[in-house]
């Protein structure tokens, strides 16, 4: 049996989605931009997903500016935001529980003079928003925190925060990495005071390389690629139709019958859970199940170090992550985990298992099984 418990590092591709990247690659493969029909074909995919992105989330359709995924989205949010609004001042506030897509471009904002306050979370790994209180100033331009993290799962507080920086700093930009949220939860930007919202297509089965960022049409953002002047000058280059085209359906898609998805995804996490709850040594990390990411575990099995339980698994055909897949070729301990007050020994111990809708009771069962099975042949290596 193969079993994939990776998917918030990516997932399959819903058969619809493949079918619409082939058919714009294919036979409607104009260049949107073109004013002959093959380009009013190829413009109507683009204008239908913004459509589909813009009825999801509430707001307008010219909002909606696709990128190449989360990452650029993240980087416009926030090097093109601060540049924006520099004027106005120099203060950024972030979390210590941010992907690195959100870190290193803060870091890099650092560099150029902005000053920046990083917020602390608790053990379940949310941030405290005492700290935020606390932080928010008349100079803060930019406050960027992520709604679900992608290592453990932990779920902010982002419509109080939207709140309280509305109330205490009514000038700052308000992003929010939704990279790990959209199309497990239901988004407002508008209701929530979000400003600035990252989404990536390849966590929500559509293709990879394509995502998109919600800019409120009241937000200064400065564009960061120059060229042609496509999506209203925000972002030039030809638009990629099939990654565009394959969005939308996905999104459309991902939110169908969400509550029963979500009902689920939770479900397997408490079978899971269940399971483990008679082995010695296993903890499971961040929030409590139900108030936690429906699709998130982050699990530390002591004494055995997070690569060799990942390869031991994967000889039996199950795939799960030693931590973010986006920099797991650069072992370091964790910086949410350590945030989270864990010890360097527990980082190296903890496995994320991510789920998705396609996911089985009968995959966790089998899942259990192997770990019942190698879990004590480990932990006598180890001690070796």
Known sequence: MEVYFDNSATTCCY????????????????????????????????????RTLAQLLKVEEKEILFTSGGTESNNLALIGGAMAN??????????????????????????????????????????????????????????????????VGAVMPVEKIGALIQEKSPKALYHVDGIQAFGKYRIYPKKWGIHLLSVSGHKIHGPKGVGFLYINSRAKVQPLILGGGQQNGMRSGTDNVPGIAGLGVAAELSYRDLEQKTEHLYQLKERLAEGLSGMEDVVINGMPLREGAPHIMSISFLGIRSEVLLHTLEDRGIYVSAGSACSSHKRKPSATLSAMGMSNGQIENTVRFSFSEENTFEEIDYCLEVLKEVLPMLKRYARR
């Open 86 to 151: 520099k004027r106005s001042g120099n203060h950024i506030i972030t979390t210590a529980v941010e992907h690195a897509a959100v870190s290193q471009p803060v870091a890099f904002l650092k560099e150029q003079g902005f000053e920046v306050t990083v917020l602390p979370v608790d053990k379940d790994g949310v941030v405290k928003l005492e700290a935020l209180e606390k932080a928010l100033r008349p100079d803060t331009i930019l406050v960027s925190i992520m709604m679900v993290n992608n290592e």
């Open 15 to 50: 058969e619809t989605v493949k079918d619409i990247v082939v058919k714009t690659m294919m036979e409607d493969f104009g260049n949107p931009s073109a004013m002959h029909q093959k380009g009013v074909d190829a413009e109507q995919y683009v204008k239908k997903s913004a």
